[in-house]
């Protein structure tokens, strides 16, 4: 399967379709609600961090401090949908071009995917023991004390991290949107066999 | 000695909830893989596999949504420990939540503030059943935050019947998707108030997967109704595929003749329980 380094070559993620996986070994930055709002809010010199070259997990991770450093307990995804009113102006400003939680992002982002040659993909929910072993390091972490534990920034080194599903790529396609629509068509036949 | 012994078997369970799935789970999960025919599907399935390998083998909990620490009890009115096993379970909730670690999910709805330790008003959350005997289970469900949202209360008109359930569950669970992080346990508990119905559905979850409900009108309703749920195509993770559910388990109540509550609990595919038991004397034991 594909492992991507980061910073990962645009060309490479604009060739990636749904139905893809792949593992990603380099910086992986944890990003919710609150830290996208955060980092919109700020001017561009102020941003601590240069978001076009690394991956984005939507995650707040367990993690506590043992002996002055930072290990993470558990790292799964949280549900993505709830950054949907952040996410296409942040891929427009920031350049991120590859977007991992869970459970799929609406029109707005799918839009701006396509624009930018970037792409969504879904980690394994709830997979957290699986990730926090593939992080070898917590190499930073921005705005901890306004954020909180679960909302800041976290910059986790990773190795092999994944396996990544690309499910919305940037030529418009999404599963999540392909399978909500089948699923709407067995209910009904379904619900005729009653 | 005695008292310190059932808590430590309490840290002790809770560990080993969180840390892995019950092995009738993982069989389960293990099978679904071949019946998947596309790649998108086994790629989940197998990082859930992977994930749980994982958790067991460096006793790291498998999600990092620990969940809300609930213990279903059987306790004998004779067990002589049961005016304290509140509290026993309290204390053992805050050692785990810094022993194993677990993530602190008890949060004060009025003012917003975390506790920090999974407890607080009515959390640790237990149900009690006092049986006959000296003697007492308890089965440590911590139930996880998706799967919980995904709940729902029908207070559905008795006229539609079974078939009225049957739909009420198929349009449920199509419009769950992703959500609670399939493939799921559907509980179902049926009549009673509003109270029990969710009260059974929650409970419907200790019955281990592949079991069947003793009676046979009831198990041909599971069966039915996973039959009919795995054909929505959900699939795991919501990706598409042919495992939505791994099982239905049916619990139910005598209704009002007005009121037919149906109530839904999912439960994701990080089905973590262990049980307990507890002689009279103290002593206790873990299984799963």
């Known amino acids: 399967m594909k492992v991507f380094e980061t910073p990962i070559d645009p060309e490479e993620v604009g060739k990636l379709r749904v139905g893809d996986a792949f593992y990603i070994t380099g910086i992986i930055f944890t990003a919710r609600d609150a830290a996208h709002e955060k980092l919109l809010g700020l001017d561009d010199s102020q941003v601590p961090f240069d978001p076009s070259k690394y991956a984005m997990f939507h995650c707040g991770p367990a993690i506590h401090k043992v002996d002055g450093e930072w290990q993470v307990v558990s790292a799964g995804p949280t549900t993505s949908i709830r950054m949907e009113i952040f996410e296409d102006e942040f891929i427009e400003r920031f350049g991120t071009r590859v977007i991992i939680g869970k459970g799929g992002m609406g029109d707005r982002t799918l839009k701006a995917l396509e624009k930018h040659g970037a792409v969504y993909a879904q980690y394994t929910g709830g997979a957290g023991a699986l990730m926090a072993n593939a992080i070898e390091a917590v190499e930073d972490v921005y705005f901890l004390d306004e954020l909180g534990i679960p909302e800041a920034f976290w910059m986790f080194r990773v190795n092999k991290a994944g396996p990544f599903l690309v499910t919305m790529d940037s030529s418009g396609n999404s599963i999540h949107a392909d399978v909500a629509k089948k699923v709407q068509k067995n209910l009904e036949q379904l619900k005729k066999e009653l | ?288």
């Open chain 2, 1 to 288: 000695m005695r008292h310190n012994s059932l808590e430590n078997r309490l840290v002790d369970a809770i560990r080993r909830a969180v840390t892995g799935v019950t092995p009738e789970t993982e069989q389960r999960l293990r099978a679904a893989v071949d019946t998947e025919s596309s790649d998108a599907p086994k790629v989940q399935l197998n990082a859930i596999l992977e994930n749980i390998d994982v958790g067991t083998s460096e006793s790291r909990p498998i999600c990092q949504d620990t969940g809300t620490p609930t213990f279903f009890i059987q306790a004998g009115s004779d067990f002589p420990r049961l005016g304290e096993l509140r509290d026993t379970i309290t204390r053992a909730v805050r050692r785990a939540t810094k022993e194993v670690p677990l993530r602190p999910n008890a949060v004060d709805p009025i003012s917003h503030e975390n506790s920090n330790d999974n407890t607080g008003r009515h959390v640790p959350v237990i149900h009690w059943d006092i049986i006959d005997g000296d003697a007492a289970t308890i089965h440590v469900i911590p139930k996880g935050g998706g799967s919980e949202n995904m709940s729902k209360l029908v207070m559905m008109t008795p006229g539609r019947g079974l078939k009225g359930v049957k739909e009420i569950v198929l349009e449920h669970v199509a419009a769950m998707e992703g959500k609670a992080c399939p493939p799921t346990i559907i509980g179902l508990g049926l009549g009673g108030g509003s109270d029990l119905a969710l009260e059974l559905a929650k409970k419907a979850l200790l019955r281990p997967v592949g079991q069947r409900h003793p009676e046979p009108q009831v198990a041909e309703m599971e069966e039915e109704l996973l039959e009919k749920i795995n054909r929505l195509g959900v699939g795991p993770m919501g990706v598409g595929g042919a495992t939505t559910v791994m099982d239905v388990k049916i619990e139910y109540a005598h209704r009002h003749p007005a009121s037919f509550p149906v109530g839904i609990v999912p439960q994701c595919w990080a089905n973590r329980q262990t049980t307990v038991h507890v002689d009279p004397d103290g002593k206790a034991e873990v299984t799963q």
